[in-house]
Structure formats: C-alpha cells, structure tokens
C-alpha cells in the first residue's frame, strides 16, 4: 500500500493560499487527491481561519499555527512531506513603506529558514511563490523569466530576495525549487487592503476610495483560481530550479479598474472617488510574458476579467460577514483616505 501523499502549505490561511488549499482538499487538483494537508499560518492581521472554514471538517486538513521563522517547528512538521508550496509572506506594498523590517524578516529571513528545514528534511519539491514586481516597472513589452531583477519597493525587494535564495539553494545543494512569479491577483476572500476588495467593501458602505496620482499605473490582473492553478501545475510537472510566470492578460490602469468598480456598485466618480498624493517609489507598469508555463506545462487562464471582476463584486456584497469583522482589525485600512464619507 502506498503512503500518503503529504503537502505543506505555508500562508495557507491567507487569500491566495486558503483557496490552493480549498481546491486542493476538494479535490481539483487530481495529482494531489487524497493528500493530507498541513496548513502552517501565523494568522498575522491577513490571516483568517474563517477562509479554511468550508473544508475545516476534512480528516485530511490540519491547521499548525506557527512562525516560518520558527526553525524547531519546522523540524517538526517537515519530515516526510512530500512538497512545500511557500504562500507565506508579508505582501502589502503600502504597509511595507513605513514598515520594512518585518517584511525582511518574514520574507526573507523565513523563506531561507524554510529552505534550510526542507534540505534538512529531504523535501521532493518546493514552490517559491513570488510576485512580477521584483522586475521593477516596464513602460511597454512584457517580461520574461530570465529578466533581472529592480525591484523599487522594500516590499519587491524583500520578495526578489527570497526569490534569489530559493534559486540558491538549488543550484549549491540541489533543493528541487521551482519559483512562480504571478500578476495582481483578485478574487473571493481577499484581505480588504488591496485594491479591488478595498474599494468595493468602502463603496458598498457609501464611503470613498483613494485614487493614487493620475491613477495611470497600469496592472495585469489575474484570478485566484487561475493563480493557484498555475501554481499546481509547477508543484506536478516544474521543472527544478527555474521559475514560471503566471498570468491573466488583463492590463487596466488603475483609474480604467476604478471606473469599472464604482459602475459594478453603481456609484459616482464626482462622489466617491479621492485621488491621493502617489506612494513613494510607484512602480508605473507590470506586465509579464507567459509563454513559458503556457508551452511547457499547458497553463491557460480560465476566469476572463469581464466575468471574474463583476463575480467578485458580488461576492463581496453577499459576504458581508466575512469582510465587516475584518475592517475593526487595527490598520486594516492599508491606505489613508479609505473610509473618508461621501461629499454631502
């Protein structure tokens, strides 16, 4: 009789890691069925046991919270896992302008203490799952995956470094990391700190939303379906040591998603919308080619941003339950003129 397949997944109570791990336990991803899982999560302010609640009841899930830093756990939980997919991370931009040391501490400090563990305990494969920011900004083309890295933010540089560790580990001890780099990601269950959860939660309760600069910064959105999809197929069939982008195709500048989320809601671009002074260091555009994970393991995305984005909206506006509680949490709010009431 064969052993079960084991799976850790760090950051798997956060947005995109709960959905990996949803999909995972009801069985979508058909290489992993029947593995057990091991959700490892600090539940930092982002991170939310309610986003496990529909399959909390599977036998097969177990959620350790726990610090990625924490060497001595790790030893403990690692041993006869079979793959490591890395979600964990500290991963807002704002958050990470007036506050960096966590995010070196968290990212790269714990993504090497993860490496570490993994050679330690033998691990088959692991996935580093990375941003396109680490690129930088790029006024036209697309990037591809032997691009270097410029990143301009303490959030993008702490990300490129555990990119570039993760890469390390590979070629000096022949860890087998693979390294996803994926575009903006939106979908059910996102903390409401990023952009399009933030602005639909503040308009569905008749209050503003900040607009950085002219809001021309230009983003390719992918769902987080799609994402976790594309990440499924790095753990099954990656090749080691190379990294994969993974992405939607949707590029809008931020005032283009503005208008189509104030007319998802219904609301007025006079009334709701404040545009704010830009953030230091605003990278002016992403844009990342995915040929690579197109051609060699036949990712194609699924959720076309028409459907995905109203979808989404909708989502936010029946799971009120979910978002309220969050937005009491201390610095949820991620950029200062969010709550702002409308002009009278």
């Known amino acids: 009789m064969s052993r079960q397949l084991q799976i850790l997944v760090t950051g798997g109570a956060g947005f995109i890691g ?3 791990v949803r ?10 069925a029947g593995a057990s899982v091991i959700v490892l999560d600090k539940l930092t302010y982002a991170g939310n046991e309610a986003n496990l609640e529909p399959v909390r009841d599977d036998e097969r899930l177990r959620l350790v919270v726990g610090d990625i830093c924490d060497a001595d756990l790790l030893a403990d939980l690692l041993p006869m896992t079979d793959v490591v997919v ?20 968290t990212n790269v400090e714990g993504t090497h203490t993860l490496l570490r563990a993994c050679r330690d305990a033998g691990v088959g494969k692991v996935v580093q799952v990375s941003t396109d920011e680490v690129y930088g900004s790029i006024d036209d083309g697309a990037w591809c995956e032997d691009q270097p890295l410029a990143p301009n933010s303490p959030y993008s540089a702490s990300k490129a470094g555990a990119d570039l560790l993760a890469l390390a580990y ?6 087998p990391v693979c390294v996803t780099r994926c575009s903006n990601n939106y979908g059910p269950y996102q903390f409401p700190e990023k952009m399009i959860p933030l602005f639909v939660t503040s308009l569905l309760d008749g ?7 002219s809001g021309e910064n230009v983003r390719e959105w992918l769902h987080v379906d799609d994402h976790c999809r594309g990440v499924q197929l790095v753990a099954e069939g990656g090749r080691a040591g190379h990294v994969y982008h993974i992405g939607g195709g949707a590029e809008l500048s931020n005032r283009e998603l503005t208008s189509l989320l104030l007319r998802e809601v219904g609301a007025d671009w006079e009334d709701a919308v404040r545009q704010v002074p830009d953030r230091p260091g605003h990278d002016l555009r992403y844009s990342i080619d995915c040929s690579k994970i197109r051609t060699e393991l036949g990712y194609r995305p699924r959720t076309d941003f028409r459907a995905g984005l109203p979808d989404t909206v909708r989502w936010y506006a029946e799971n009120r339950s979910w978002w309220e509680p969050l937005r009491s949490r201390p610095g949820t709010t991620g950029r200062a003129a969010t709550l702002l009431p409308r002009r009278a």
């Open 207 to 213: 209050g503003t939303v900040p607009l950085y600069g």
């Open 23 to 32: 999909e995972l336990v009801r069985g979508a991803y058909p290489a992993f």
């Open 86 to 105: 890395h979600f964990a991370a500290e991963s807002h931009v704002d958050r990470s302008i007036t506050g960096a040391a966590e995010f070196t501490r």
């Open 18 to 20: 709960s959905h990996y």
């Open 170 to 175: 590979h070629r000096t001890y022949g860890l």
